[in-house]
């Protein structure tokens, strides 16, 4: 067999598994379908015979995917094979990956990346991500301890990646007075349940519902991150400064396609208690459009005169 021969006949399993994986697991089935359908069409037409590597056919296949779906947390990425000269590396255990992410996590300061009190009291937080709640909470109720004596406060997403819906739902809890209210949930294909998150009941002594609040964004601000900023403007709750957002919110995991490639497939749909709608594909618009550069001066200015300094 020939090996264009070969490599055609991958092309064909990986195109017809991934479409399988996005039939089962994608939380839009009419849109799965679509998605499956569009891939079958391009394989047919001959569109992936010019992939010459499985990058290549990566990039054509999120291309597609894209064209379809709107959906940035779609992306199918290649498995890095094992070279038949090299000895497989030993299988790393759990304990091995808990410590690895667990080092992440510290050299990131669980996502702290910068905290200042700015000329006037006005407190600056800037996150680079959420992480989980049971890896982020202290360093999230320390920095916000430290903030407590500020009279207002700019939270900086604009290099905010995302990540734990949890660890959103626990710095509202400084930011919002209203102990136990439903903030929004993750719907899932039925039968699964959704899953609600809201705030806690007794909320942190440190909590300010009154002071005022920017977030800053940039058109990277990504998924958990336009989170925040949506859901306290929403609430009529911050003013958002800079630039309209990704617009990414349909949360997900990968799975894997085959031996050579996985994908990123949302597998639930934002629910905002207040409205019931989320940013996916709209991105967070601000209420103060400027360049993302320009958005942290702009925020301090405007608060500074708020408060009459």
């Not at 929004?184 to 806690?200: K, S």
């Amino acid at each position: 067999m020939s090996a264009s021969v070969a490599a055609g006949q991958d092309t064909t399993a990986t195109v017809r598994a991934l479409g399988t994986v996005l039939k089962q697991e994608y939380i839009d089935v009419d849109v799965a379908e679509k998605a499956d359908a569009a891939l079958r069409r391009a394989l047919t037409e001959g569109r992936y015979a010019g992939a010459s590597t499985p990058e290549a056919l990566a990039r054509l296949l999120n291309r597609d995917l894209q064209d379809v779906t709107r959906d940035k947390h779609i992306w199918v990425e290649v498995v890095a094979p094992t070279p038949l000269s090299v000895q497989p590396a030993p299988t790393r255990s759990a304990a091995d990956a808990d410590a690895a992410r667990a080092e992440g996590v510290r050299r990131s300061n669980a996502g702290v990346r910068r905290l200042e009190i700015l000329r006037g009291n006005v407190g600056y937080l800037d996150l680079s991500s959420f992480f989980r709640p049971e890896e982020a909470r202290d360093t999230i109720t320390l920095a916000m301890r430290l903030l407590s004596k500020a009279d207002a406060l700019i939270i900086d997403m604009r290099r905010n990646g995302g990540g734990s819906p949890g660890t959103v739902a626990h710095l509202l809890g400084y930011l919002l007075d209203a102990p136990g209210a439903t903030l929004f949930e993750i719907v899932h294909r039925p039968p699964e349940p959704p899953d609600r998150y809201a705030l806690e009941a007794t909320l942190p002594a440190e909590r300010d519902g009154t002071r005022p609040i920017a977030v800053l964004t940039s058109a990277q601000t990504f998924s958990a991150g336009e989170g925040l900023a949506f859901l306290l403007q929403e609430r009529h709750r911050a003013e958002i400064v800079g630039e309209v957002t990704a617009g990414a919110a349909n949360p997900g995991r990968s799975y894997p396609v085959n031996d050579g490639f996985r994908v990123n497939v949302p597998n639930g749909r934002i629910k905002s208690a207040v409205s019931g709608g989320n940013w996916e594909g709209t991105g967070v618009t601000p209420d103060v459009k400027v360049p993302a550069a320009e958005a942290l001066q702009t925020a301090h200015e405007k608060i500074l005169r708020t408060l009459g300094r």
